[in-house]
């Protein structure tokens, strides 16, 4: 079966730039999604398509993809974006999410 | 506004079966397909089932096939799981998340959740 690995915990000071990678097989040719929860709420979508943003989310998360990384960037991090993170894509007729990593801004 | 309200968890003893409602508002629910994601306590998230807007398309986590069953009623603006023979390990939080392209997510509105707890 399909997977998506995270590394389980990034760290990043206020104000710097922030990446998170999400790997699986050729993920490059299919489209990856990212989600932030944050304790005790459900997952918000913050980019899907690899690299679009829904309305409302703020233009400092970005979103890339090639090979087989997918990567959730967010520049200028805020105390606020402190939360869980999710990678997801479709494959073999299944939805499969990455394990989360927690980011923790400090 | 949109929203999505999840009912129907509870204490249920294994082996048994609870059937969840997932219900729309604030939007046209037959025109979007609909997924069903569970979070574990202090797990990740996921992926249980999707189901297409009318229906004809309804795919399944291999954890839950055969024992899970979607569905939904576009008249009544809702969506359904039906769980047979649970199991310890399906205590978790269960999702319904909205899904704007056919089946393959992203899933742009989720509800908050309801509980199911499997214990004997």
């Known amino acids: 079966s399909y997977e998506l690995t995270q590394p389980p915990s990034v760290s990043v000071s206020p104000g710097q730039t922030a990446s998170i990678t999400c790997s699986g097989d050729k993920l490059g040719d299919k489209y990856a999604c990212w989600y932030q929860q944050k304790p005790g709420q459900p997952p918000v979508l913050v980019i899907y398509?690899?690299?679009k943003r829904p309305s409302g989310i703020p233009e400092r998360f970005s979103g890339s993809s090639s090979g087989n990384t997918a990567t959730l960037t967010i520049s200028g991090t805020q105390a606020m974006d402190e939360a869980q993170y999710y990678c997801q894509a479709w494959a073999s007729s299944t939805v499969v999410f990455g394990g989360g990593t927690k980011l923790t801004v400090l | 506004q949109v929203q999505l309200v999840e009912s129907g968890g509870g204490v249920v003893q294994p082996g048994r079966s609870l059937r969840l409602s997932c219900a729309a508002s604030?939007?046209?629910?037959?025109?979007?397909?609909v997924h069903w994601v569970r979070q574990a306590p202090g797990k990740g998230l996921e992926w249980v089932a999707v189901?297409?807007?009318?229906?004809?398309?309804?795919y399944y986590a291999d954890s839950v096939k055969g024992r899970f069953t979607i569905s939904r009623d576009n008249s009544k603006n809702t969506l359904y799981l039906q769980m047979n023979s649970l199991r310890v390990e399906d205590t978790a939080v269960y999702y319904c998340a909205r899904d704007p392209t056919a089946i393959a997510g992203p899933m742009d509105v989720w509800g908050h959740g309801t509980t199911v707890t499997v214990s004997s």
């Open positions: 398509q690899d690299d």
């Open positions: 189901i297409s807007y009318d229906g004809s398309n309804k």
């Open positions: 604030g939007f046209t629910f037959s025109s979007y397909a």
